[in-house]
């Protein structure tokens, strides 16, 4: 199996009610009232995040960390995040909330730091700040900082971490659903016009265990695994402040107000927030479809997508295509996202009749009423979530010995919800062979996939009484989830939505630490060979990168995905700078990278293991949200890391393509 440094192992439940520690910091009146806009609405916003924490959530209030205005310094917000860290009442997996509303930044990185590509880091700016310049040297916040700070505390306390920043550093616009009593206040002071010095806080990044890098991981880069984090808006975008209310804390407090604490997961807010004119928030880390505040997260799930709707014309796109695994005759179910909630008022089901690369067209079937959808307002967002294909989709190739026990059951599932999966004669033309134990209380799962079994890998997981009438849900979860995994690893692109990927290749390499940085041990030592690495795997750890090599005339966006044959979890890495550009490279675990490097691991009772990279890339930059999973047999499970590409102006003729390459992990011989 592939680990990814810095994972944390989350709760096998959810948390007890009020176990949650927060730090709220809200700031109106800076020191420096000469450089800084007046905000009407950051206290405000921090203390109704408290309110809903102690009144809501019943969370006592000495667990809450207040840091309003003049108390909101650098010293004493940096001395919040550590006491997060070093609080011995917060135990492993219990949730932890972090809050901001104020302003925000955007400057040059420091000067080391250009030769890696990252020409502008972000801030947050404490009540203190003033510009070096100036003489009182108190820096702003750096996101790289940011991110030590929650490193340390993952470390300790584990990834069960929220945070969300209501502050910007760029341009919009308004929420328009409801009037405007006083003139709207920006939450930024736009650019920094000096560079910070390239060791500015290199004690807080050295003593989170970041001396392996060039430069330490950088703070609300997508796909992090310490923590979710929410945003406000875009980096391209102003968040703004309304009625002494930030628009964005405003529309999530009363969504959360709505659903109800550990009921809706962090990938849903999005979609089901109020609409803010010219702000896009933005909700980013792998753990993001865990219930939030949970610290578990489930298998394979529905995600949900936006569904556009077009009221002249009534037509109905649903912004997710064939890059996400969907082709014609799948069919969602649709809702609307101003419901209590809306899980158990589905507005109707729509099937996709037409697949593009990152939309869809959808039209009512089953009955549903185009009155149903069309009558919403178009302040409240509609969501799909996908139910179940009715074309002939191949996913999952199983083979059920036909006198077994489990046969009638495991049929009444698929024929149910669940034609994806198709049953194969024989063991060797599947992927899993299914069976029971010998007293008839156990299911085995057992891995007779020929791309691995080939390698002498070996997996039997034994599930024990899924086979009674009750528990048949638990056994479509199962398979549920196996199916999205072989699907989302073999599938291709069809001929329409293909490029010709001959051009891309993926180098792999060991890493080793030169002058406080990773670097390849050798640059001339390739190990993926025709798209087959083979690992040695020893008691000391050793770190992996990966470098893409765009040698085609088209800039790309790659997003590469590990899958597990040990547990059938999916786990992605993605480059947040966007997009590989034509006869370039992108390097991941190394080389200025804001990923972590890979190491790799057995079990004590394992002697071979078999996985995939699989390396998507597109013409567009595509969220790929609905690929990743934990593993399909343990719901406390969730150690990989996802990552998506942010959304930038698309070009002409969408297509995309895959790579996969096997990685057979084999026990060091001494």
Not at 49 to 64: A, W
Not at 538 to 548: A, T
Request: hydrophobic fraction near 35%.
């Amino acid at each position: 199996m592939v680990t990814i440094e810095g994972s944390y192992k989350p709760h096998e439940s959810p948390p007890a009610k009020g176990s949650i520690f927060a730090l709220i910091i809200g700031i109106d009146n800076y020191k420096s009232n000469t450089i800084f806009t007046k905000l009407k609405g950051g206290r405000e916003d921090a203390r109704a995040f408290q309110t809903y924490l102690m009144e809501d959530l019943q969370v006592p209030g000495d667990q809450i960390t207040l840091l309003l205005e003049d108390k909101a310094t650098r010293s004493a917000i940096i001395a919040g995040f550590e006491s997060l860290a070093n609080n011995d009442r917060i135990k492993k997996g219990d949730p932890i909330f972090i809050f901001y509303a104020g302003h925000g930044a955007q400057g040059p990185s420091p000067t080391a730091w250009k030769s890696y590509g990252i020409q502008t880091i972000e801030f947050l700016v404490p009540y203190d700040y003033d510009d070096p310049d100036s003489g009182t040297k108190i820096e702003s916040i750096p996101d790289y900082t940011l991110g030590a700070l929650l490193n340390g505390i993952a470390e300790k306390k584990g990834d069960n971490i929220t945070v969300v920043f209501d502050c910007c550093h760029s341009a919009g616009a308004l929420r328009g659903s409801k009037p405007i009593v006083e003139a709207p206040v920006v939450r930024t002071i736009g650019s920094l016009n000096y560079t910070v010095s390239d060791d500015l806080d290199k004690d807080i990044w050295d003593a989170a265990g970041m001396r392996a890098a060039a430069i330490p991981p950088r703070f609300g880069h997508v796909g992090v695994k310490s923590y979710v984090f929410l945003s406000a808006c875009s980096s391209e975008e102003f968040a703004k402040e309304v009625d002494r209310r930030g628009c964005f804390s405003s529309a999530l407090l009363k969504l959360l107000r709505e659903v109800g604490p550990h009921s809706i997961k962090y990938s849903e807010i999005i979609p089901r927030l109020e609409k803010i004119n010219g702000q896009n928030p933005q909700c980013e880390g792998f753990n993001r479809h865990r219930l939030i505040f949970d610290g578990y997260m489930p298998p394979y799930q529905g995600i949900f997508f936006a569904v556009r709707r077009d009221s002249e014309s009534n037509t109905l796109t649903l912004m997710a295509g064939s890059a996400h695994g969907f082709i014609k005759g799948d069919e969602f179910t649709v809702y609307g996202g101003n419901l209590k909630d809306s899980k158990e008022k589905p507005l109707g089901i729509l099937c996709i009749t037409k697949s593009g690369l990152d939309t869809s067209t959808l039209e009512f079937c089953h009955g549903t009423s185009k009155t149903s959808i069309f009558a919403l307002p178009d302040s409240v967002p509609t969501f799909a979530v996908y139910t179940r294909s009715t074309s002939n989709k191949t996913a999952l190739l199983l083979y059920i010995e036909p006198s077994d026990n489990s046969m009638s059951l495991v049929k009444g599932i698929i024929s149910e919800n669940l034609q994806s999966i198709h049953f194969v004669s024989t063991p060797t033309s599947a992927h899993i062979a299914l069976s029971t134990d010998k007293k008839g209380k156990r299911l085995l799962f057992e891995v007779v996939d020929k791309n691995v079994t080939s390698e002498k890998f070996k997996c039997r997981k034994e599930v024990p009484t899924v086979l009674r009438q009750n528990d048949s849900e638990d056994l479509a979860r199962i398979l549920k989830g196996l199916s999205h995994y072989y699907w989302h690893l073999y599938r291709n692109p069809d001929t329409d939505s293909k490029f010709d990927c001959q051009r891309v290749s993926v180098a792999f390499y060991k890493l080793n630490k030169a002058e406080a940085r990773l670097v390849p041990e050798d640059e001339q030592d390739n190990l993926n060979i025709n798209n087959v690495v083979h690992v040695d795997v020893g008691d000391e750890e050793v770190l992996y990168g990966l470098k893409v090599i765009n040698e085609s005339s088209r800039d790309l966006f790659p997003v590469l995905f590990y899958f597990d044959n040990t547990d059938f979890s999916i786990s992605g890495h993605s480059n947040p700078e966007p997009p590989l550009k034509r006869q370039g490279t992108m390097t991941i675990g190394y080389g200025g990278s804001a990923f972590s490097p890979s190491t790799f691991i057995l079990d004590d009772n394992q002697d071979v293991d078999v996985g995939f990279f699989r390396l998507i890339l597109s013409t567009e930059p595509i969220d790929l949200q609905n690929i990743p999973q934990s593993s399909v047999f343990d719901l406390a499970e969730g150690r990989h890391q996802k990552l998506i590409p942010q959304s930038i102006e698309l070009p002409a003729e969408p297509s995309w393509a895959a790579i996969n390459i096997k990685i057979i992990q084999g026990k060091r011989r001494s």
